[in-house]
Every structure is written in C-alpha cells, then in structure tokens.
C-alpha cells in the first residue's frame, strides 16, 4: 500500500471483546503505534499513527461471546517491505490457543469434570440410594478438584493470549473471569453445605455449576440461550451418571441400574443433539480436529455402553474419565460451525 490506513479495522464472524490491548501494531523499527481499542459487536478498530515506511506487524487477541480465547498476527507492507522485529508473531495459527494454552485449557476443563462427578454425582446416588456412609471422601475429594481446576482455566487463557499485566485484568474482567468465579464460588458453597445432613442443597449446587458450564461453551449459531440449555443438561447427565459409578464402585446398591440407564438415555441423546448441531457436515467428523475429537468420544461412550450391559462397573468407571478427557479436548476446540 502507499500510505499507512489511519486505522485498523478487524471484523469477525460473531461478536468479541479485546483481551488486554485488544490490537496491537509494530512499525518497522519495533514500535507499538496503535491506539486505544473501539469494540462494537464483531468489530474490532484502533487507530494507527506512524511516519515510518516499510513492513508492520499487527497482532490482535480477542475473548468471543462464549469466552473462548483467539489471537493471530498478519504483516502488511507501507510502499516498500522491511525487517520488522515481530515479524515471528505472524508464524502463529489465526484463531487457535498455543500448544500450552490448549493442554492447560483441556486439563483443567478435565478436573472440573471430574470433579464435578464425584462433588455432585456420588451426592445423587446418596441422595436415591441413602447411602451415608458413601459420600464424604468422594464429594470432598470432587469438591477440591472443582476448586483446583480454575487456576487452571485462568493459566490457559493466559497461556492462550499472552502473560501480560494488561491481558490478565481484561481476563479477569470479561465473562470468563465472571463464570470462573460463579464456578468456584460454586465449589466453595458445596464445600460449606457438606455439614447438612440433607443433599440436597448440594445437589442444587450442583444445578447451578452445570448451568454455567452451558453458559461458557460453544453455543450453536442462531440458538445461544437453548444450546446452553442443552449443554448443562448433558453435562449434568454424564456427571451425575459417571459418580453414581464410583459410589457404586464403594458402597453397591442393585436398584443404580435403572438410575443409571435414565441418566445414560439422557446424556447420550443430549449429546448427539449437540453433536449434530456443531457439526453440521458429516464430513467434517474426518476433516475437523473437532470431528475427529467427537469420533473419539462416541467410540469411548460406545465401548462403555458395552461395558455397562457386561455389568464391569469398574471398566466403565475407567472408560468415563476417558469421555470427559474427549468432551475436554471439544470443549477446547473450536467447533466447525
């Protein structure tokens, strides 16, 4: 181009807030010469001032409505190319979190599942089965497992962005930082309700958690409000079914089978409804990470419905750690559509 454009203007597929600067552009001597970030809806503006010629690098990290992190980086040219000391920035995946940010992303979106199964899965089979003695060691350990998965969620954003002072507030800002501390305000609530005798303030707990899990996952273009819906739904099923099955594991009761098998139903149908929904193309279960992750998760749920018809609870207790390590790598992944 001949001359510098008085601004930077990036327009995305749906709406987003900056993480941090939001945009930044390098000059060829290294300077950051944009200005403060204007967001309105999908897009992303900042104005740029410099009299020097030659190649810029503009980089730009963003928090979608759903609080999934994304940057990316490009390089454009003022008359002439030039060296341009962040120029590495460009050698980065657009809209994908760095191989860090990715495994902590998914490691800790793992422990909260787990976590979530023993806190207020093993409290519903105590609450159907009565069985007292079952729960305190499995729900406190499920309980510490929800509250240590935030730091975390918070190291993969970070991660996933950048280790910046100014990244870290508008993460902490943003609605990811709400619905991390909705999530261990959650954990710390359940942990204080363990002294009742009664579950079932747990158990409510437990309702309210899988409700912001929906509202921090991938929602389905068009259907924001249902999808995360659905989403709490089949995350409230799996959970609840996969700690029936380490409470069944300590304390056996023959009437879980029938519990079970409703809660089976309803993950499995919740799940394929969203798996339709993200998915859109059959293809795209091949030509997709997110695919080929969704392919790995029905495999594992498939062999654990096997599993379950043998009556090997503790195969299938194993299988179903496997799942929520699938539907963890999904929920890091960005879906096809």
Same mark, same amino acid.
């Given at each position: 181009?001949?001359?510098? %454009? ?21 000059? %060829? ?14 897009? #992303? ?35 002439? %190319?030039? %060296? ?39 409290? =519903? ?5 009565? /069985?007292?003695?079952?729960? /305190? ?40 930082? /709400?619905?991390?501390? #909705? +999530? ?27 409700? $912001? ?24 099923? $799996? ?15 023959? /009437?879980? =089978? +029938? ?21 859109? *193309? ?10 080929? *992750? ?20 503790? $195969? ?22």
């Amino acid at each position: 181009m001949a001359e510098l %454009p008085p601004a930077a203007e990036l327009v995305f597929t749906e709406p987003v807030s900056p993480a941090g600067a939001g945009i930044k552009v390098f000059s %060829p001597s290294g300077h950051q010469v944009a200005g403060p970030v204007t967001s309105r809806g999908a897009v #992303l503006s900042a104005p740029i001032s410099s009299a020097e010629i030659g190649t810029f690098v503009l980089s730009w990290q963003v928090l979608a409505a759903d609080t999934h992190p994304s940057r990316g980086a490009f390089r454009f040219s003022v008359r002439r %190319p030039s %060296p341009n000391p962040y120029s590495s920035l460009v050698a980065g995946e657009f809209g994908t979190a760095t191989p860090l940010g990715f495994v902590l992303q998914a490691l800790s979106r793992w422990v909260h599942f787990v976590g979530f199964a023993l806190a207020f899965g093993v409290t =519903g089979y105590r609450a159907l089965m009565r /069985r007292q003695a079952v729960s /305190r060691p499995l729900v406190r350990a499920g309980v510490i497992l929800l509250i240590a998965a935030e730091p975390l969620a918070l190291l993969g954003q970070l991660a996933s962005l950048s280790f910046d002072g100014d990244t870290a507030i508008a993460v902490l800002a943003s609605g990811f930082g /709400r619905l991390l501390a #909705l +999530r261990l305000a959650g954990a710390l609530l359940a942990w204080a309700l363990l002294a009742l005798e009664s579950p079932w303030p747990v158990l409510g707990v437990g309702a309210a958690v899988a409700l $912001i899990d929906g509202a921090g996952a991938h929602a389905i273009p068009g259907l924001p409000d249902a999808s995360q819906l659905l989403i709490a739904v089949h995350v409230a099923a $799996i959970g609840l079914w996969v700690g029936g099955v380490a409470a069944y594991l300590a304390a056996p009761d023959k /009437r879980f =089978g +029938r519990y079970a098998a409703i809660l089976l139903g309803v993950a499995v149908a919740s799940g394929i409804l969203l798996a339709l929904a993200h998915i859109g *193309a059959l293809n795209a279960l091949m030509t997709t990470a997110y695919g080929q *992750a969704l392919m790995v998760k029905i495999v594992v749920i498939g062999a654990a419905v096997a599993v379950v018809v043998l009556r090997r609870r503790r $195969i299938e207790f194993g299988l179903l750690l496997a799942v929520f390590a699938a539907a963890a790598v999904l929920a890091a992944l960005p879906p096809p559509r």
